[in-house]
């Protein structure tokens, strides 16, 4: 089994930056890939990006490519998530997530077996 959990949410402005945290700790030796989604009530999990465990290989949602940056640091068994050039639209529920199966960047949620319980991040106008 793996654990995630998430940390770095916060209230910020527009034009704002944050950076996610992902610690993941259990048995990280079987992580393939991580994702970041994100969540807004009463809307379906959406994609942000993945990660190659081992760093290198990414996959970004088209609405985030150039103000989102994921990475992976496997020492300290951690994914981050640099957010720049914040929106309001970008406020939500984000999830760090654990691929230990298929290792694709997946976009959909079903390929992540194990998940964190999210991050509030709110981006004020």
């Known amino acids: 089994q793996v654990q995630v959990v998430e940390s770095g949410g916060g209230l910020v402005q527009a034009g704002g930056s944050l950076r996610l945290s992902c610690a993941a700790s259990?048995?990280?030796?079987?992580?393939?890939?991580m994702g970041w989604f994100r969540q807004v009530p009463g809307q379906e999990r959406e994609f942000v990006a993945a990660?190659?465990?081992?760093?290198?290989?990414?996959n970004y949602a088209n609405s985030m490519k150039g103000r989102f940056t994921i990475s992976a640091d496997n020492v300290k068994n951690t994914v981050y998530l640099q957010m720049n050039s914040l929106k309001p639209e970008d406020t939500a529920v984000y999830y760090c997530?654990?691929?230990?199966?298929?290792?694709?960047?997946?976009?959909?949620?079903?390929?992540?077996?194990?998940w964190g319980q999210g991050t509030q991040v709110t981006v004020s106008s």
């Open positions: 259990g048995r990280t030796v079987s992580i393939i890939a």
């Open positions: 990660v190659r465990w081992s760093g290198g290989n990414t």
């Open positions: 997530a654990a691929d230990t199966v298929f290792g694709h960047l997946a976009t959909h949620p079903s390929f992540y077996r194990y």
